[in-house]
């Protein structure tokens, strides 16, 4: 969920929040993460063009009985108090704060008890394999009606449809691998907040804990009516671009050239996986009402409905980003010479203290392939590789490993709009 203090609210965003905001969900994940970076589920709906030019990989509709709880095949629950925003309500599995209404829409409620403490929902979709290709482009979108309570009996609320870099479930750095704000409210002020989240915090080049964006933006009618929510990343331009939509006028554009490349490549050049949930209280909505919220008069019971959550793609258009200039150059296209089966992979002794992992495809072109490495000494960590034109594959220095350490690494690659993993390999240095 959004984190920043926007218009001046309190700077305790999310650094904590991001690091802790998922933890109870990736105790789990981490686990089945050991030896496969992300795991790729099967789409919920068959592709289906769009707009003569996008193709829909995946949507929600919440279909299903009223009452009940939402699909764990497409989503998690995210537990727990706090998440390092000030938010004081307890999320929970329960289906009086997520539930589906029986008529296509799931309901995210936030209630208070008789003792004043507040529970409400936050789900996450299991699948993390939401990116744009090199080249091309993606976007997220939901039909969302913000829950319905303004004034005083507003404070607190603080509804969000917003995702994070699945590098995330892996290393939990925040703000470095990326948080896209799609829709934040709060207050019942009818309005929305498009929001970008990298680099470092506290400062750094995009501003945390605040990040960079849009700032507040009239939503007419959108406590009362659902309206259209979408996020587009725009790798097929030069610089790259994320654009932020309301019922299909773009409201909000940050292009990569506002930040450093590496900050950029690390935030936006990867897949991410979907997030909704209902806040009570925080730094956000207490830094816009000025007072701490939810208060006494705050309305308990109010639901952030979402009509449908879909991801869609555009295939790249014959052009790659530059790293180090934001510019374009060809897409590569892999020499198969040498290499059999589905992919080609290795490292190349390129130092006394480094090493030289590569991976090639022995068929077609990757849109982005990024290397998983342990090495002694270090944690596991997920860097996305780039492409060398003079060799025709993905390569990456990692440095730090001495003759006799043992370099362990695994790759994961997209192909054709589908991510694929690898299994784990071990090189020892000479």
């Not at 309305?299 to 449908?308: K, N, T």
């Amino acid at each position: 969920m959004p984190m920043s203090s926007h218009d001046g609210r309190a700077g305790e965003k999310r650094q904590s929040r991001k690091r802790l905001s998922l933890l109870t969900a990736t105790l789990v994940i981490v686990a089945s993460l050991a030896l496969a970076a992300w795991n790729v589920g099967p789409f919920s709906a068959a592709p289906v063009a769009r707009a003569a030019t996008w193709t829909q990989i995946w949507s929600e509709d919440f279909n299903g009985s009223a009452g009940t709880g939402v699909n764990t095949a497409n989503w998690l629950y995210d537990t727990g108090t706090g998440f390092g925003t000030g938010e004081i309500e307890t999320m929970t599995t329960s289906t009086n704060n997520v539930h589906l209404d029986g008529a296509g829409h799931l309901a995210i409620t936030a209630l208070r008890d008789g003792s004043g403490n507040w529970t409400s929902g936050r789900i996450e979709t299991q699948r993390s394999d939401f990116g744009a290709p090199a080249g091309g482009q993606v976007a997220m979108e939901a039909s969302i009606q913000q829950p319905n309570v303004s004034g005083a009996a507003g404070e607190g609320y603080w509804p969000a449809f917003w995702m994070l870099g699945s590098p995330f479930r892996v290393d939990h750095s925040w703000p470095k691998d990326g948080e896209v704000d799609i829709l934040e409210d709060v207050n019942g002020l009818s309005s929305v907040y498009g929001t970008l989240h990298c680099g470092v915090s506290p400062g750094g080049p995009c501003n945390e804990f605040s990040g960079i964006g849009s700032g507040r933006h009239a939503c007419s009618g959108c406590q009362t009516a659902f309206h259209t929510y979408r996020v587009e990343i725009d790798r097929s331009v030069s610089p790259e671009q994320i654009r932020w939509f309301l019922d299909g006028v773009n409201y909000f554009t940050v292009k990569a050239t506002q930040v450093d490349p590496t900050t950029w490549a690390n935030a936006v050049d990867h897949p991410f996986f979907i997030i909704f949930d209902l806040a009570m209280g925080g730094g956000f909505p207490n830094g816009v009402a000025g007072h701490t919220t939810p208060t006494g008069a705050t309305a308990s019971g109010a639901s952030m409905i979402v009509d449908y959550v879909r991801v869609f793609t555009m295939q790249g258009n014959g052009v790659t980003p530059t790293p180090t200039t934001g510019g374009t150059t060809p897409t590569p296209t892999p020499t198969p010479s040498g290499c059999s089966g589905t992919f080609g992979q290795g490292v190349v002794n390129s130092g006394s203290t480094s090493a030289l992992p590569w991976f090639k495809l022995c068929n077609g072109t990757a849109g982005y392939v990024i290397l998983h490495y342990i090495r002694p000494g270090l944690g596991q960590q997920n860097v996305q590789m780039s492409f060398n034109n003079s060799t025709s594959r993905w390569e990456f220095t990692v440095n730090g490993i001495s003759s006799g350490q043992v370099l362990q690494y695994s790759f994961t690659y997209q192909q054709n709009g589908v991510q694929h993993d690898t299994s784990w390999f071990s090189w020892t240095h000479p």
